[in-house]
């Protein structure tokens, strides 16, 4: 981007108005963020709530009452990993977005 061009930007940027200044911010990080550009982009989850979904969340819903919930930290844990380890997973672009492939 030249420099003119980022002047004008900033220029628009300076006249918005708070609430529009609020939306512009998280869309301005959903586009440097590749967790939030891929859930940006992600297409809407058009498939039907089965009866099978219903009873999967039943029995979850019904284990809940009689256990605790599982901390995030304990199920990494179980896998070999830190939660420094997945906030590092999320930031990791996958290897479409970075121009590299794996066959």
Do not use: C, Y
């Amino acid at each position: 981007m030249n420099t003119e061009t980022r002047s004008e930007v900033h220029a628009l940027v300076d006249r918005l108005p708070a609430a529009q200044l609020a939306a512009l911010e998280t869309i301005l990080k959903s586009m440097l963020d590749p967790l939030s550009r891929k859930l940006a982009l992600a297409p809407a989850d058009d498939e039907p709530f089965t009866d099978e979904d219903r009873k999967a969340v039943a029995e979850a819903e019904e284990w809940r009452k009689h256990n605790e919930p599982i901390p995030l930290e304990s199920v990494l844990a179980d896998l070999g990993l830190t939660m420094a380890d997945w906030e590092t997973m999320a930031k990791t672009p996958l290897p479409e977005e970075n121009g590299s492939r794996s066959a």
